[in-house]
């Protein structure tokens, strides 16, 4: 098993594997603060939001989520960010 791990082969693969792993973890950090971010901001905008608006925001891709900050200005009440979210599904 030394002889294994020692060779080229094996550590280009643990390399590739770790550098994957590494873009996926940073990938889903990105995605998991910018959802937190947006719900703390609607939650100071129209106070408490309930758990199953808040699950369907981290939910959504990185892209989403920076779309619906961007039109969290335009928002008037919760209803509103329910009506966006169901139209991006």
């Not at 550590?11 to 550098?19: P, T």
């Not at 889903?28 to 199953?52: K, P």
């Amino acid at each position: 098993m030394t002889v294994l791990r020692e060779s080229p082969w094996y550590q280009e693969i643990l390399k590739e594997g770790l550098q994957k792993g590494e873009t996926q973890g940073l990938q889903q950090g990105l995605q998991q603060g910018e959802a937190n971010l947006i719900i703390r901001q609607l939650s100071r905008r129209f106070g408490n939001i309930n758990q199953l608006l808040a699950s369907q925001i981290r939910q959504l891709k990185v892209s989403q989520l920076e779309l619906l900050g961007e039109n969290l200005f335009d928002f008037t009440n919760i209803s509103d960010v329910d009506n966006w979210l169901k139209q991006q599904t």
